[in-house]
Every structure is written in C-alpha cells, then in structure tokens.
C-alpha cells in the first residue's frame, strides 16, 4: 500500500508539474459532476448522483496535445426506506440505505481540435480508483473498500467567455469505469460535468 501511494503521489506531481510549468500555456478545470451508475453498479444501487466535484490541470506539449492529470470525489446514496429481506431461512427488516464513494486519480490525455474561439476535445484518463461501498441494514452494515485501475474516455468543449478572456465554461460527458479486483466487483458510471476553465 505505501509503494502504491507514493506512485500516485509521483504520478501527480509530474502530471500537475507538467500542467504549472508548461511553456506552451494550458488549462485548469475546477467541476461539479452528475453521475449516472451503470452496468454491475446498477445492480448495488441505481440512484443518479448530484455530489461530484473534480479538479483538473494540463499543459500543452504539442498545438494540440495537453497531458495533465486529474483528482475527482463522486458519491453515490439511495435511501430503500424500512425493508424487509428473505436469505435461505433468515428474515431481516430494518431500514436500507447504500452508499458509494468514488474518487479517481488519473493521469489524462487531452487533444483539442484547433484553438478557436470553442475548444472541442476528447480526452483519456487513466489511474487508480479508490472506491468504498456501504450497505447498511439498521445498525449494521457491509464495507468493502479497494483500490482499482480505472479508465475515464471523455469528449467535452472549453468556451472563453470573450475573445481575450482567461475564464471560460467547461462542458464535457465521461464514462468510469473502475476494473474489478480479486475480492470487490468493477464499479462504473456515466458522468456529466460541467464546470469553470481557467486558460493560462
């Protein structure tokens, strides 16, 4: 564990590194997240979360290409009320509720088509994912918690507010996806962002 944490540790600072002292400029994206749960995630709850918030930093090492890395925290929870569940021949009651806690470190790949006055892009995150899940019964509940490889493919579009602005809108679409591990199944979603890019 301490030799993944200081890989991800030095996989950030090179990354953020790249994006603070690029000489060919670059951007930072500070975004809230609506998440979608799919596939297997769906499954352990299929409840759309509001509580998405990531920071992103990248520095252009061709025209078009920026490598920069990208720290994010989405919370998933869905509240099943007082529930009554039947295993073999135990009967459990009490009130459910689950919850999700996804926070993905990765290094990412961006290419924007062009500069123009709107900057179109696809993107490539890939890293770590720390992912905890919680379902309660009660007063009792079930905690898995493991790190993961993930993937994020995004397509999006920075927008300056002006033609010599600095600030501008960021709108993008990404898919998670978080393998699965020897002991906690693959978790992934679909993610909405939108947030405020500062051009440098």
């Not at 600095?166 to 993008?172: A, E, P, Q, S, Y």
């Amino acid at each position: 564990m301490k030799n993944m944490i200081k890989t991800i540790a030095l996989a950030f600072l090179l990354a953020f590194g790249t994006a603070a002292f690029s000489q060919g400029g670059g951007i930072w994206n500070f975004q809230w997240g609506i998440g979608f749960p799919m596939g297997s995630t769906s499954d352990f709850l299929n409840s759309s979360s509001f509580r998405g918030f990531a920071v992103q930093g990248g520095g252009y090492v061709t025209d078009n290409l920026m490598v920069g890395g990208r720290a994010g925290w989405q919370v998933f929870y869905q509240d099943y009320g007082f529930v009554t569940r039947h295993s073999d021949n135990i009967t459990i009651s009490g009130y459910q509720k689950k919850y999700i806690n996804a926070v993905p470190l990765t290094i990412n790949l961006n290419y924007y088509f062009g500069h123009w006055t709107i900057l179109p892009y696809i993107a490539l995150g890939v890293g770590p994912y720390y992912i905890e899940t919680r379902n309660y019964m009660g007063i009792y509940y079930v905690r898995e918690n493991a790190w993961h490889f993930g993937l994020a493919p995004e397509v999006g579009v920075v927008i300056p507010f002006g033609t010599n602005s600095n600030v501008g809108l960021n709108i993008n679409a990404k898919y998670q996806y978080a393998a699965k591990t020897k002991d906690t199944q693959s978790i992934s979603w679909f993610e909405l962002n939108l947030g405020l890019s500062y051009l440098f």
